[in-house]
């Protein structure tokens, strides 16, 4: 991203030190760490500063807390800015997830995702599974008045928040 608009900041947050690391390397080697930020800090604690946009991708679902995740971003977007939500693709239903890529996705979310998410002792225990509906629950506890399906694959949401 940093890449494709030069004229703008980037920071990124991972409660994870190594990754963190990694992704200031990354980032030096492709000459973007002059307008690129990596900071250690968990989904509900880095720093609010008015983001135009701020993205979860790949990783709501496996949070234990993914409503103060959601609520923190709230307080942390600009006036008009907005979440972009990147999420395994899941239906609503346990019967629409019956095909090659739901039984992936299942065996995947019992093993890793819940597992990840019972180990923070949280509120939610989403999965890979957690569908458009459950999510956009989340996203009106956490104080957002706009959620939809921007657009889907085979593998994924991507889902829009905005207040």
Known sequence: MAQAFPKS?????DYHPESIETARKVARASGVADRVTFEVADAAAYPKQDYD???FFDCLHDMGRPVDAAAHARKSLA???TVMLVEPFAGD???DNINPVGRLYYSASTTMCVAHAISENGTHVLGAQ????RLGHVF???GFGHFRKAKQTPFNLI???RA
Do not use: N, Q, S, Y
Request: with cysteine.
């Open 53 to 55: 946009l701020i993205c």
């Open 140 to 142: 009106e506890k956490a």
């Open 130 to 133: 957690a569908g458009e509906a």
């Open 79 to 81: 006036k008009d800015g």
């Open 159 to 161: 889902l829009e928040a």
């Open 9 to 13: 900041r980037f920071w990124g947050f």
């Open 93 to 95: 239903k346990v019967e």
